[in-house]
């Protein structure tokens, strides 16, 4: 499926909603709408949904193909957005491996419903993986971007997420983070709050250097 709400770590299928989206607080729902963008991802982390669980062509959220902007537009256009907040692009995979994709589905968010938020949750590879800086692509079309941070240094970031850039991933991480801040409102970076005091302070000690917000959410299995 291409949109979908969350709920309690699981996927819903936007089409069990109403046209207008009216019923998603109803439902237990907050008023944000998942993009599933790609499958594809430059790590491999120990806890990804896409390696845990039963993550196979016949899971929901198991995408044939990468989405095109053509397919996010044409399953938009099936609703109406007045009572939607948020929308997320994230997918199963990395949605800076598609930059393409997203820049023209936020674009036409941006242009048709400029009152919904919208987010971007990624691991920070972005400008490595596209070999450019794509920060300032994302100004005006990205109100706030999630980074996963995920350890404190660069050896233990790499053996969480296990980057095809090795252990230099962690650095090129925390260096999109900080360009962001140039062009997006919203810069966050994101750790589990099951890493243990030390490590979670370390974290925070991480991003006070770089005057970066850090967000310790709760760990789902
Ligand atoms: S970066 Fe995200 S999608 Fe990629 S392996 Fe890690 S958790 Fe999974």
């Known amino acids: 499926m291409i949109l979908y709400g969350v709920k309690q770590g699981k996927y819903y299928n936007i089409d069990n909603f109403k046209q207008d989206l009216s019923d998603m607080e109803e439902k237990g729902f907050q008023r944000k709408i998942y ?4 499958n594809k991802c430059n790590c491999a ?22 989405t095109t902007a053509a397919e996010i537009i044409a399953a938009f256009e099936q609703y109406h957005w007045g009572n939607l907040e948020e929308v997320i692009f994230c997918g199963f995979g990395e949605p800076t491996m598609c930059m393409d994709v997203v820049i023209e589905a936020a674009r036409y968010l941006k242009e048709k419903h400029p009152q919904i938020r919208t987010r971007m949750n990624t691991n920070g590879s972005g400008n490595r993986h596209n070999n450019r800086d794509i920060t300032k692509e994302l100004k005006g079309l990205i109100d706030t971007i999630s980074i996963s941070l995920n350890a404190s240094d660069a050896k233990k970031y790499y053996e969480i997420t ?20 140039q062009y997006i409102p919203n810069v966050v970076l994101t750790i589990v709050d099951c890493i243990g005091k030390e490590e979670i302070a370390a974290c925070r000690q991480v991003c006070k250097e770089r005057n970066l917000t850090l967000r310790i959410r709760p760990f789902e299995s």
């Open 35 to 38: 993009i599933n963008v790609t």
């Open 45 to 66: 982390c120990t806890f990804c949904l896409r390696n845990t669980k039963d993550m196979n062509e016949h899971n929901s959220l198991w995408l044939d193909r990468d």
């Open 162 to 181: 296990r980057s095809r850039y090795g252990e230099e991933a962690y650095e090129d991480m925390l260096d999109f983070a900080v360009k962001c801040k």
